[in-house]
C-alpha cells in the first residue's frame, strides 16, 4: 500500500510562486513514474508533470517554462516548483504514484491564484 501527502498549497497572486510537496511512505524508488495532476471545479482532472525514477520529466504545454518537478528519492518526495503563476492555475493539486501496475493518489492541496 502506498500512501501519498501533500502539502504547500495556498493562496497567492498572479505571478507568484509556490512550490508543493508529495511525501510518500517508504521508499520511492519502486514509484515509477510520479507526477502531479490537477483539478479545477467543474474540470476533469488534468495531467500537471511527471518524472521518471530516472528523472525523465514530461509537462503539460499549459504550465511548460513556469513549472519544474522534481524528486528526491532519498527524502521519498517528490516536489512542483510553480512560478509564474496565474489565475487559471487555480485548482486542487494531487500527487500521484504508479506501483507495480497499481495507481495510487494522495488527497490534494488547494491552489489559488488571486488577486
Known amino acids: 500500500q502506498v500512501q501519498l501527502v501533500e502539502s504547500g498549497g495556498g493562496l497567492v497572486q498572479p505571478g507568484g510562486s509556490l512550490r508543493l510537496s508529495c511525501a510518500a511512505s517508504g521508499s520511492i524508488f519502486s514509484l515509477n513514474p510520479m507526477g502531479w495532476y490537477r483539478q479545477a471545479p467543474g474540470r476533469q482532472r488534468e495531467l500537471v508533470a511527471t518524472i521518471t525514477r530516472g528523472g525523465n520529466t514530461n509537462y503539460a504545454d499549459s504550465v511548460k517554462g513556469r513549472f519544474a518537478i522534481s524528486r528526491d528519492n532519498a527524502k521519498n518526495t517528490v516536489d512542483l516548483q510553480m512560478n509564474g503563476l496565474k489565475p487559471e492555475d487555480t485548482a486542487v493539486y494531487y500527487c500521484?504514484?504508479?506501483?507495480?501496475?497499481?495507481?495510487?493518489w494522495g488527497q490534494g492541496t488547494q491552489v489559488t491564484v488571486s488577486s
Open positions: 500521484n504514484a504508479h506501483y507495480f501496475g497499481g495507481v495510487y
